[in-house]
């Protein structure tokens, strides 16, 4: 099937974080068809991540041509490794897309010290 909506962002990326805090990102789901659909969002598999229900226009289930549909996912981790997950969107065409969601630390860098005896 036509691929009939746009994921904005295309790739979740959580890079700041330390354990024991909730982060949040938001994502937006546009319909980019002339034809009213209606999206879902699947929740991640892990259980560092979580979704919420999305927001649609005016309490819609559909999604009209050009409106779009906002959901916020939620990162809890518990340790400072790198963590990778995806969100599986469906529309009512049968159309699937994958969004990636990840968590990376910027590795530490060390400064070097040099000591002359």
């Given at each position: 099937p036509?691929?009939?909506?746009?994921?904005?962002?295309?790739?979740?990326?959580?890079?700041?974080?330390?354990?024991?805090?909730?982060?949040e990102s938001s994502f937006e789901i546009r319909n980019i068809s002339k034809v009213a659909?209606?999206?879902?969002?699947m929740p991640p598999r892990t259980q560092y991540f979580s979704l919420s229900?999305?927001?649609?226009p005016k309490g819609q289930s559909m999604l009209a041509p050009g409106l779009?549909?906002?959901?916020n996912i939620r990162f809890i981790p518990?340790?400072?490794?790198?963590?990778?997950?995806?969100?599986?969107?469906?529309?009512?065409?049968?159309?699937?897309?994958?969004l990636p969601v990840l968590a990376r630390r910027?590795?530490?860098?060390?400064?070097?010290?040099?000591?002359?005896f």
């Open positions: 036509d691929l009939v909506f746009e994921v904005n962002p295309k790739v979740i990326v959580f890079d700041r974080y330390v354990t024991g805090k909730a982060y659909h209606q999206v879902r969002a229900l999305g927001q649609y779009s549909a906002q959901y518990d340790s400072l490794c790198s963590y990778e997950d995806e969100l599986l969107i469906e529309c009512s065409n049968g159309a699937q897309l994958v910027e590795s530490t860098k060390l400064n070097s010290i040099v000591a002359f």
